[in-house]
């Protein structure tokens, strides 16, 4: 497993979108368990969580609760392994996915999340997306204020422009140590952003990391995910699927362009899956990018997570860049 930074620690280059685990259509809690114990084992030690992820109308944390349970009854050390979580979104009973990032909300929510990780201080805290409602420094200041507290390490944002990235830089300065917006094959519209955070030199966090790729002999059924907007196509939130699935505008339907044909190819040669070859494709675009792609069962993180020892060559590089209209 090779290993990048996010804020001052280490953590493996690809992490795991845990989302999957407790939104419609989870597995059941021993496949969700193996699931992130088969993470452990790859060596990942990145989990990506929210307060938001579970099926509607529940209680908030389902999928927290779940990750602090896996945790606890690994058998190995997790010492090094950072969960992030995210407060600022809701999942009411009609399905949809509401944005609420007051402070006194995210406050709150963080207090809330502290307690279902069962933590004294939350290891990445992240505004899960901007609320157009309440000013982005307001909902800034509150990370700012949990910092103050100790009741979180380190902040980050997500779906957020470069505008707001540097806001958010100038009220937290190297307290700020990541960035999770959209960015895959298929969807690339965060280049600027992505660019920024190298810049910064803060983290870059892809959700829906595998956007464009057909599914592979590992991948289950497809189930509903949350849209986003503020700048972004609607799309799957934090993963391509519990298991990546292709959706609209994805160039694996029927009638789309094969201009990710080059991911396959590289596959058949490298005698590795499409998904394996994306992973790497986006690790080689900067060293800041760490990408965190759903599973929701053991042979697909194990699959994601063996992206972080596949090398690929300039000359490959250059053919997957050449597909994508790099």
């Not at 399905?95 to 207090?111: C, N, Y």
Request: aromatic content about 4%.
């Amino acid at each position: 497993m090779r290993y990048r930074t996010v804020g001052g620690l280490r953590v493996s280059a690809v992490g795991l979108g845990a989302m999957p685990l407790s939104i419609e259509g989870r597995p059941d809690e021993g496949r969700a368990m193996a699931t992130v114990h088969a993470a452990l084992d790859a060596g990942v030690t990145l989990l990506d969580t929210a307060d938001s992820y579970h099926l509607p109308g529940d209680e908030p944390g389902h999928n927290e609760r779940l990750v602090a349970r896996a945790l606890a009854t690994y058998g190995g050390d997790t010492a090094d392994v950072l969960v992030t979580t995210k407060g600022g979104r809701g999942r009411p009973a009609d399905g949809s996915w509401t944005v609420t990032g007051s402070p006194r909300h995210l406050k709150s929510a963080a207090e809330a999340s502290l307690k279902r990780l069962g933590v004294e201080a939350i290891g990445l805290y992240q505004l899960h997306k901007p609320d157009p409602a309440v000013s982005f420094e307001e909902s800034v200041g509150a990370l700012r204020d949990l910092l103050d507290e100790g009741k979180i390490r380190y902040a980050g944002i997500s779906n957020t422009d470069t505008g707001q990235i540097r806001r958010a830089h100038a009220l937290l300065g190297d307290r700020l140590v990541s960035v999770q917006n959209r960015y895959s094959p298929a969807v690339r519209d965060s280049e600027p952003e992505l660019r920024l955070c190298a810049e910064l030199g803060l983290a870059f966090l892809p959700w829906s990391p595998l956007g464009g790729i057909s599914r592979s002999s590992l991948d289950g059924p497809s189930r509903r995910l949350p849209p986003e907007d503020a700048g972004h196509s609607t799309s799957p939130d934090h993963s391509t699927g519990p298991d990546r699935s292709a959706r609209p505008g994805d160039s694996t339907l029927p009638g789309h362009a094969t201009g990710l044909d080059a991911f396959h190819a590289v596959a058949r040669e490298r005698g590795v899956s499409p998904q394996q070859v994306c992973l790497a494709w986006l690790l080689a675009r900067s060293p800041v990018v760490v990408p965190i792609p759903g599973a929701s069962r053991p042979g697909t993180i194990r699959d994601s997570a063996g992206a972080a020892d596949l090398e690929l060559t300039p000359e490959e590089v250059a053919r997957l860049e050449a597909g994508v209209g790099l």
